[in-house]
C-alpha cells in the first residue's frame, strides 16, 4: 500500500505541473498588458515599461513561466496589487472557509446520495424508488444559488431559523455551534446538485451489480436480505461510485462560488469572482493553481481509497 | 423510429419534459411578435410592482422594467447560448475525438494527455480562468463554458472512433486506396453522429446552468442585456424586499433544466436496449410465486418436486423454461439432472430454494417439498433460514460466485455465522477446517486470500467448502465442474464423491456431460425443453438409453468428462421455450419421428424407468 500512495504521488507531478502549463498559457493570452492595468491608462510609457521590467514581463514567455513557478515553489505567488498583499496569505486566510464549506457539503452528498441511490436500486419501481428519482431529478435541475436564495427566503427570514449570510455572527459569535447555524443552509445549497449525481450514480451501479453472480451466491448462503443490498451488493458496487464521488469533490469545490456569493461566506471563490472584476490578475492565476493543486490532491485519495477498497487494483 | 417515439412517450417524465421544453421553446420563439413592454424599458414610478399588478403580468423589477418580457427576453437568450455552447463543444470535441482516435498514436497520445490536464480541473474553476482573461461578458462566457465542456466529449467521441476505426470496412476503404479524409466523412462521422446528438441532448441542460451561473457571478451578460441567470443575479440584492424579482428567473431556470433533464434522460433510456429488454430489472430477494393450486405430493421423497413450473416473463413473452417437472431425492442419494444449454436444468434447481431471478422468474405452479413441507411460496425468513443450512448450492463459474472484494475466509465465516451464532473467533477456526476438508493445501494462510488470488480448482473447492460450511442435507450442484480443465474437473469429482459417503450428503448434480454423471450419480433425469423426457437408473439408462435424445447425448461422450463437444454434436438447436412445437419437443431433430409425435401430449411413461417418447429406443 505504501508503495501506491508513493506511485500515486509521484504521478501527480506531471499532472500539477500540466496544470501550472495550462494556467500559465491562458493567462499569457491576457490582451493589453498587467503593467497598464495596474498602472491606469494615464501612465507614462516609460513607468510602464519599468514596471514591466520589474514584474519580469519582458523576459521571454518561457522564461517568465519557469521564474513564476520557481517562485511558486518557494511561496512566492506574487502581490496581489487590488488588496495589497501577498497572494498566498489571502489565499490561506480564505481557503479554510471554502474547505469547510465544501468539505461539509461533500460529506452530505457522499452520505445522502449513496444512501439514497442504494435504497432507490433495492426499491426499483416501489414507490421509494419513485420518490428518489424525482428529488433527484429535482436536485439536479436546481440553480443551487437560486435554491439557496429560496433557502435564505424561507429558512432565514421567514422561519428565522438560521442566519441570512456570513460564516460567523458579528456579536458573540465564533464558536463552534455558531459555525454550524451559519454552515447548515451554505451546506446544504451546495450539496444538492451533487447529492442528485451521486443517488442516480449509485442507483445504476447497485443495479448492476444486484444481478451478479456473487449476489445470488449471498442469497443461496441464506445471508438476510438487508446484508446482501448493504454489505455485499453495495461494497461491490463502491467500486465505480468512489470515482463519481472524486469528480463530485471538484464540483463541490468550485460550485462553493456560487454559494459564497449568496450566502456572503468568506472564501476563496467570493475572492476569485472579485479578483476577476478587477481584474487582478496574479491573484486569479494564484487561486486557480491552487484550487487546481487541492483537487488533485484529493484524487489521489480517492485512488488510495479505491485500492484498498478493490484487492484487485495491483498495489 | 415510431418505437423510439412510443418509448420515449411511454416514459411520462419524458413527456412532461418534452411539452414543458416545448412551450418554452415556443414562447422564446414567438417573443419579438409577442405583445410585451420592451425589457428595457425604465420607469421608476413603477419599481418592484407585485405581480398581477395592472399591465404588468409578473410585476416590475428595481428600475420599474416588465419582468414578463425580461423573462421572455433572457429565456430566449439563455437557451440560446446553452444550444450555441453545446453546440461548439459537442463539434469542437467530436473534431478532437475522431482524430485522436482515428489516427491513433503520437496524436492520440498527445491530444489525450492535454484533455486528461484540462480534465484535472474542476471545470467550473477552469471556467473562470478562462472569463478572468477574456474579460466579463456573455460571449465570453459562453465560450468559457464551451471549452471546459470539450474534454468530455472529445474523450466520448475518441472511444466510439477508436471502436469503429479498427472495423473492416474502414480497412477495406484504406487498401482502395481512399484519402483520410472522405475516410473521415463517409465512414466515421456518420456512425458518430448518433453518439454526439446523445451527448449533447445530455449535457445541454448543464451548459444552460453554468451559463446562467457566471451571468449570476456578474461575469456574463452586462447590462441592460439580460440572461435568466444575470437577472437572477441582479434580484439578489432585493431577495427579501422583493422576492418575485428572484423567483421568476430562478423558477424559470429550474423549469428548462429539468424538462431538458427529462428529455435527455427518456431519449437515452428509450434508445438503451437493456432497458428495453428489461435486463436492468434487479433481481428480488426470493423468485416470485403466482400459484393457483398446490398439486398433490405424488410420492416419498426426502426433497421432492412435484409438476415445477417456472416461467420468464419478458414484456408480452413467456419462456416456459421449467415445464411440469417432478423429480425426487433421497437421503444420501445423487440424482444427476442432465441436458443441453436452454433446457431448464438449472432454472428447476435454483427454483428450490427461490433463486431463480425475479424479474423476470415467475414460479407459476407446482410445489417444492423438503421433508413434506412445501417451500413454494413460502415466507421469506423460513426460506432463509433453510438455504445453506439445509439446502446449499454450487455453482458454476466461482470467479463470478465469490465475492471479489471478501476475503474467501471472511466468505466462509459468514455463511457460518448467519446460521449459528457462534463467536467469529470460532468460526474462524471451522473456516480453515473447512478448506482442510476441501483439501485446500495450507489452509490457515490462505483463508486470507481474494478469490482472484487463488486458481479455478482451488476457487471451486472454496465454493464447496463454502456450502458444506453448515452441515447442510442436500447440495445442489449447478455445473460445478463445467469451468474447469479436465484434470482438475476429475479430482473434483472424486472430492465430491469422498464427500457424499462421508457425510451422507444427498446431491442434485446438474451437469450437460453424461460421463460427468456416470462417474458419481445413482439415477439421472435427462431434460429437454423444460421437461423431463428419460429417468432412471444410471447404469441402465447408460447401457439402454430409451428416449432418442439420451442416445444422441450418451453417444457424444467422449471418453471421460471434458465434453463440451456434446453440443455441436447433435444436429439441429434446442428449442426456443417461447415457442415450443405442439407433441414431441424433440421432434425436429429426432430421426424416428412421425405424424403422431407432433400432436398432443405425449406421456412420461413407465415405473423405475420413465420414458417420454412414442417410439423408445428400448421399452421401459
Ligand atoms: S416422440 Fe417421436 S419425435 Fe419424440 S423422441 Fe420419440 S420418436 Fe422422436
Known sequence: MGGYILKRLLSAIPVLLGITVIVFLIMAMIP???????????????????????????????????????????????????????????ILDRFSATLILAGTAFVLCALLGVIAGTISAARQYGFADKAITFVVILGISVPSFFLGMMMILIFAVQLRWFPVSGMYSIWGGGDLPDLIRHLTMPAIALSVVATGVVARLSRGAMLEVLRQDFIRTARAKGVHERRVIWGHALRAAMVSIIPVLGIQAGFVLSGAVYIEMVFQWPGVGRMLVDAILKRDILLVQGGVVFIAACYVGFNIVVDVAQAWLDPRIKT | MSLFLKLLFRNRLAGFGAVVLGVIV??????????????????TANRYLRPLSDGHLLGTDHLGRDLLSRLLW?????????????????????????????????????????????????????????????????????????????PFFARNIRGVTVGIAHREFID?????GM?????????????????????????????????????????????????????????????????????????????????????????????????????????????????????????????????????????????KAVNKVSLDLQPGECLGLIGESGSGKSVTALSVMGLVASP????????????????????????????????????????????????????????????????????????????????????????????????????????????????????????????????????????????????????????????????????????????????????DVLEGPAHPYTKRLIACVPELGGGRRILAAIPGLPPAVDQLPEGCAFAPRCDKAQDACRRGEIELKGETRKVRCLYPEVAP
Open chain 1, 32 to 90: 493589453g498588458d498587467p503593467a497598464t492595468a495596474i498602472l491606469g491608462s494615464y501612465a507614462t510609457p516609460e513607468n510602464v515599461a519599468r514596471l514591466n521590467r520589474f514584474l519580469g514581463l519582458d523576459e521571454p514567455l518561457w522564461r517568465q513561466y519557469f521564474i513564476w513557478l520557481g517562485n511558486m515553489l518557494q511561496g512566492d505567488f506574487g502581490r496581489s496589487f487590488a488588496l495589497n498583499r501577498p497572494v498566498l496569505d489571502e
Open chain 2, 26 to 43: 415556443l414562447l422564446a420563439l414567438l417573443t419579438p411578435i409577442l405583445p410585451l413592454h420592451p425589457p428595457n424599458e425604465t420607469n
Open chain 2, 74 to 150: 433572457g429565456t430566449r437568450l439563455s437557451l440560446a447560448v446553452g444550444f450555441a455552447a453545446a453546440l461548439i463543444a459537442g463539434l469542437a470535441g467530436a473534431a478532437i475525438g475522431v482524430i485522436a482516435g482515428y489516427f491513433g498514436g503520437r496524436t492520440d497520445n498527445v491530444t489525450m494527455r492535454g484533455i486528461d490536464m484540462l480534465m484535472a480541473f474542476p471545470y467550473i474553476l477552469l471556467a473562470l480562468a478562462i472569463v478572468a482573461v477574456l474579460g466579463p461578458g456573455l460571449l465570453n462566457a459562453l465560450i468559457a463554458v464551451a471549452v471546459v465542456n470539450i
Open chain 2, 172 to 176: 477495406a476503404a484504406r487498401l482502395a
Open chain 2, 179 to 319: 484519402g483520410h479524409t472522405r475516410i473521415l466523412l463517409t465512414e466515421v462521422v456518420p456512425n458518430i453522429v448518433p453518439v454526439v446528438v446523445i451527448a449533447m441532448s445530455t449535457t445541454i441542460g448543464w451548459m444552460i446552468l453554468e451559463t446562467a451561473g457566471l451571468s449570476f457571478l456578474g461575469l456574463g451578460s452586462q447590462p441592460p442585456q439580460a440572461d435568466l441567470g444575470s437577472m437572477l443575479g441582479e434580484a439578489r440584492s432585493a431577495l427579501i424586499t422583493a422576492p418575485h424579482t428572484s423567483i421568476v428567473p430562478g423558477v424559470m431556470i429550474l423549469l428548462i433544466v429539468m424538462s431538458v433533464n427529462l428529455l435527455g434522460d427518456g431519449i437515452r433510456d428509450a434508445l438503451d436496449p437493456r432497458l428495453r429488454s428489461g435486463a436492468l430489472a434487479r433481481p428480488m430477494a426470493a423468485t416470485r410465486v403466482e400459484r393457483r393450486e398446490v398439486p398433490a405430493a405424488q410420492g416419498e421423497g426426502f426433497l421432492r418436486i412435484d409438476a415445477l413450473e417456472t416461467q420468464f416473463q419478458v414484456g408480452r413473452r413467456i419462456y
Open chain 2, 360 to 539: 423476470p422468474g415467475v414460479i407459476t405452479g407446482g410445489a417444492v417439498r423438503l421433508e413434506g413441507k412445501d417451500l413454494i411460496g413460502a415466507p421469506y425468513e423460513l426460506l432463509r433460514s433453510l438455504r445453506g443450512r439445509k439446502v446449499a448450492y454450487i455453482f458454476q463459474d466461482p470467479l463470478s460466485t465469490l465475492h471479489p472484494l471478501y476475503r474467501i475466509g471472511d466468505q466462509l465465516i459468514e455463511a457460518i455465522r448467519v446460521h449459528e451464532p457462534v463467536s467469529h473467533g470460532e468460526a474462524h477456526k471451522r473456516a480453515v477446517k473447512l478448506l482442510e476438508d476441501v483439501r485446500i493445501p495450507n489452509a490457515a494462510a490462505r483463508v486470507r486470500a481474494y478469490p482472484h488470488e487463488l486458481s479455478g480448482g482451488m476457487r471451486q473447492r472454496v465454493g464447496i467448502a463454502m456450502a458444506l460450511a453448515n452441515d447442510p442435507d442436500i447440495i445442489i450442484a449447478d455445473e460445478p465442474t463445467t469451468a474447469l480443465d479436465v484434470t482438475v474437473q476429475a479430482q473434483i469429482l472424486a472430492l465430491l464423491d469422498e464427500l457424499r459417503q462421508r457425510r451422507g450428503l444427498a446431491i442434485l448434480f446438474i451437469t450437460h456431460d453424461f460421463g460427468v454423471v456416470g462417474q458419481l450419480c445413482d439415477r439421472v433425469a435427462v431434460m429437454y425443453g423444460g421437461r423431463i423426457v428419460e429417468t432412471g437408473p444410471t447404469q
